[in-house]
């Protein structure tokens, strides 16, 4: 599983950033983290963060993630939460 997060460097990406390791842990997904920072090259095309990617496919945009809701799409992939 190839995942990115496109943050910014202020409080709402680091806890975004860490709920998402976590639950990566804690459910145990194989998966390849990728995070970018707003001053990252890749970002063209990003206009709200923090910005979930898995598989090529924006699961949120401009929202600050619960653990649950990150959760919840690991656990059922077509549940898009944006």
């Known amino acids: ?6 943050i910014n460097d202020n409080i709402n990406g680091k806890i975004v950033e860490k709920r998402l390791m976590e ?10 983290v990728e995070i970018l920072h707003n ?3 890749d970002v063209d095309g990003i206009f709200y963060t923090p910005t979930l990617i898995v598989n090529n496919q924006v699961i949120s ?9 990150m959760s919840s799409f690991f656990v059922n992939p077509v549940t898009f939460i944006r």
Not at 1 to 6: G, I, P, R, S, T
Not at 23 to 29: A, N
Request: aromatic residues 4%.
């Open 39 to 41: 001053h990252s090259s």
């Open 1 to 6: 599983m190839d995942v990115k997060l496109f």
């Open 23 to 32: 639950v990566v842990t804690d459910l145990g997904i194989e998966a390849h």
């Open 61 to 69: 945009s401009g929202k600050v993630l619960s653990k649950e809701e």
